[in-house]
């Protein structure tokens, strides 16, 4: 089984990118830290289970020397810009099995300056095809990032649904079959927007943004 995790938006500048999103979405959010060895760097839109990514880079040399950093590097050149999405899983390996993945770890600080721990598979493939989720399993002793105590001014907000384009078909396939909140459109495959839940309410995230 998978569930919604975060979905990943590139930008240039971290700070500005958070006050934007507050003054446009009313979406607060909190200082993420740097990714070792990828040369990247986020804040968090905390969203109960699920959150927004901002994400930028920070050392080009060393983007470019990771598949994930290369992706942000690419995303960043159209920023700000919805690049992905990601599932989360309790049992990687064996989604890594079907789909002849090898997973990856990855960690950072968190801003208490405990670790933050995730193992993660299909960042190549999601890259490639943004329609595609790559999938993530947090470290057993992780706090979910979209559970970080916040106060949106628009309010308690949650992910109602991501709005991606492309083979719904393929998408299927590569889920295994598990249900998701998405709408999915042809086209050229992409994440082209998403819907938030609010109370009386939804906010509609453009790709715009």
Not at 45 to 61: F, K
Request: charged content about 20%; aromatic content about 6%.
């Amino acid at each position: 089984m998978v569930e919604l995790d975060h979905v990943l938006i590139a930008v240039s500048d971290l700070p500005g990118a958070g006050r934007r999103m507050e003054s446009l979405f009313g979406l607060a959010s909190v200082a993420g830290g740097r990714h070792p060895g990828w040369g990247t760097a986020n804040r968090i839109i905390p969203l109960g289970d699920a959150y927004l990514e901002l994400v930028t880079v920070v050392d080009s040399e060393a983007a470019t020397a990771s598949p994930f950093g290369r992706w942000v590097c690419r995303a960043c050149e159209s920023a700000p810009a919805f690049m992905g999405w990601a599932v989360r899983t309790q049992d990687l390996d064996r989604i890594a099995k079907r789909l002849d993945l090898t997973p990856d770890e990855g960690s950072r600080a968190g801003r208490d300056g405990a670790l933050i721990r995730w193992r993660m598979a299909g960042v190549q493939q999601a890259a490639a095809e943004p329609l595609l989720p790559f999938f993530i399993e947090w470290g057993q002793d992780t706090r979910l990032p979209g559970r970080a105590q916040d106060s949106h001014p628009a309010a308690a907000v949650s992910i109602e649904k991501v709005l991606v384009r492309g083979n719904e078909q393929r998408m299927d396939a590569w889920l295994g079959g598990d249900t998701l909140p998405l709408e999915v459109t042809a086209g050229a495959p992409a994440v082209v927007g998403l819907v938030l839940s609010v109370a009386g309410g939804a906010i509609h995230v453009g790709p715009d943004l």
